[in-house]
């Protein structure tokens, strides 16, 4: 079954600095890869998510932007940080077109202070 | 696409107490069905599934059964442990292969 790497496991970050998060994934190959955020107490958004390599679709609009450089590499990057951007953010993967589940990393604490 | 209702929380029980979180979704045809658990600090774990009408998901102790008259997927446990205290989340799959996630229910569980 496939793992899913993220990094930082935290992050605390000013405001007007830029930011990348990085997740990569083993064990499978052409994934369906996601960035959700789940701020405080609230559930969790779907930010983006891409079905192929350059491939990315935004669910919301965001200071936030994604990029898929390889099959399975997906980052999450922002020119300069809000404060409105702290959360914690989940990097997934969903492997094949049938019933499978989606599969979760550790996911990013990131403070914007 | 789809949408889910979640009961809400926090949930505060005592061990060996019943669990009931109630999940109810609008959708289009007959998506799969999950419930994800958040432990504090981690992120989402796949807890169980149901693929097709009157399918019950179960795993470690938890069941939830899929309701197409109803458009529910309920979950519960008949006897709750401490280390059951975590974030629950239910989740229709979309046609379109992104996850639905409900508000999520805090439960809490006291020795």
């Known amino acids: 079954s496939q793992t899913i790497h993220q990094w930082p496991a935290t992050l605390v970050q000013p405001v007007g600095s830029p930011l990348s998060l990085e997740c990569t994934v083993e064990g499978t190959s052409n994934p369906n890869l996601y960035w959700y955020r789940q701020a405080a107490g609230r559930g969790l958004q779907l930010l983006f998510y891409s079905v192929g390599i350059g491939q990315i679709s935004s669910e919301v609009p965001q200071n936030l932007s994604a990029s898929r450089p390889q099959d399975r590499q997906f980052i999450l990057s922002s020119k300069k940080l809000l404060l409105s951007d702290s959360g914690f953010y989940l990097c997934a993967c969903m492997n094949g077109w049938d019933n499978s589940p989606l599969h979760f990393g550790n996911g990013t604490r990131l403070t914007v202070t | 696409g789809n949408s889910v209702t979640q009961m809400e929380g926090p949930v505060t029980l005592s061990e060996e107490a019943f669990l009931t979180i109630n999940c109810t979704y609008t959708?289009?045809?007959?998506?799969?069905l999950f419930w994800y658990v958040q432990y504090p600090g981690e992120g989402l774990q796949l807890l169980l599934k149901a693929t097709k009408a009157d399918d019950k998901g179960s795993n470690k102790g938890f069941e939830a059964t899929y309701r197409k008259e109803t458009t529910s997927f309920h979950l519960e446990k008949g006897s709750v442990q401490v280390s059951d205290s975590a974030v629950y989340f239910c989740?229709?799959?979309?046609?379109?292969?992104?996850?639905?996630f409900g508000a999520g229910t805090t439960v809490t569980v006291r020795a």
């Open positions: 959708a289009t045809g007959y998506p799969s």
């Open positions: 989740a229709p799959l979309n046609n379109d292969y992104k996850l639905s």
